[in-house]
């Protein structure tokens, strides 16, 4: 009976740098997403100050990443080359590790930030997917010159980024004739929250692809290994930075984040929750970015073409419920993303043939 259960029911494990993998972190991150979304319409439209709902969130996202990494001991990586410091075992990658925790850092507040802006929520989104898809491409160009990706970018994938490109087209398209939707130009603080967040995505792209893409021969690319020491770097930077904004910036937006502790908005306990599948989502995320053989280009599309797909997954369960209905664009967006992932998968049976050929020649 256990073995018929087992056998009929059971999630088996893919194999490392498979497709089958890729497709289960796909899923997991689309339900993650999916969730996550509807919690921050739900919330924000209960009255909860957008700065508030980043901090519990936030406080539950780390509440949910902690106790796996710590619990199961991920930080201890398999580095290319161990270092001794302090009579301690460091991973010499720890030099660049930091800065991407860092840049994580800079990406999760100032990805709410963003919806602050004088700026409609549809171009936040959009600008904020499109540079990501844009960076992972100039990251593959960037490392190929360098000697560092030994991959070339097949073409389905250079067409799926034209692609993705055309549904964040469609909703800049939309987004220039609403009124204000691009007021953040001329405001200075707005471009430079704007700007942090592009310029910190990138980076962090560059140093997961540089981490993944100089293994040496016979080192096992420890993802796990690199998201428990980057979320690490991440927690720190962001409490140090807190601590300091709180303690010494004046701002609206800083009230805001002085008022979550001080003044808890009603349902603290439910958004802190929520921060737990948001948390969840991270897994996923950095270990799409980080896929065993794949390029930068690849893993960013896959990464935000899922995203995409998850948010229009989840005004469709908000309109359900009485919210804001799917949009035209949305639709017209969605059909450039369906061809996007078509391309995709067509990349991905090139690519997955040529992962286990490198697996069979060792």
Known sequence: MRRWYKDRFAVKRATEG??????????????????TAISVKYFLSTGMEDMQYLVYSTVGGSAAVFPVVVGLRWYRMQSNRPVTWLGVRWPSELAYIIPSGVCTAVVIPTTTLMYTLPITVMVAMTMMRGSVIVASRAVDAI?????????????EENLAVVLALGAVGVHIA????EPGAFDFLTNPAALVIFCSYIGAYAVRIYLMNYYKNTR?????LDNKGFFALEQFAATGAMIFATVLLVSYVDDPRVDA???AFTDPAPRWQWATASGLVFGASAFFSVFLFLFKGRTAT??????????????????????????????LRDWL???????????????????AAEVAAEAAAG
Not at 19 to 25: D, E, I, K, Y
Not at 310 to 321: K, P
Not at 336 to 347: I, P, Q, S, T
């Open 18 to 35: 498979s497709t089958a993998q890729l497709v289960q972190l796909c899923a997991g991150y689309f339900a993650c997403y999916v969730v």
């Open 143 to 155: 490392q190929i010159r360098q000697g560092i990706l030994h991959k070339r970018v097949y073409p």
């Open 174 to 177: 939309y987004g220039v004739l």
């Open 216 to 220: 040496a021969k016979g080192v096992k």
């Open 257 to 259: 984040v002085r008022r």
């Open 298 to 327: 690849f893993a960013g599309l896959v990464n935000r073409l899922t995203s995409l797909v998850a948010g229009t997954t989840a005004t469709l369960i908000w309109w359900a419920f009485g919210g804001r209905a799917v949009h």
């Open 333 to 351: 967006a969605l059909g450039f993303v369906l061809g996007a992932v078509h391309l995709l998968a067509r990349a991905e049976r090139r690519r």
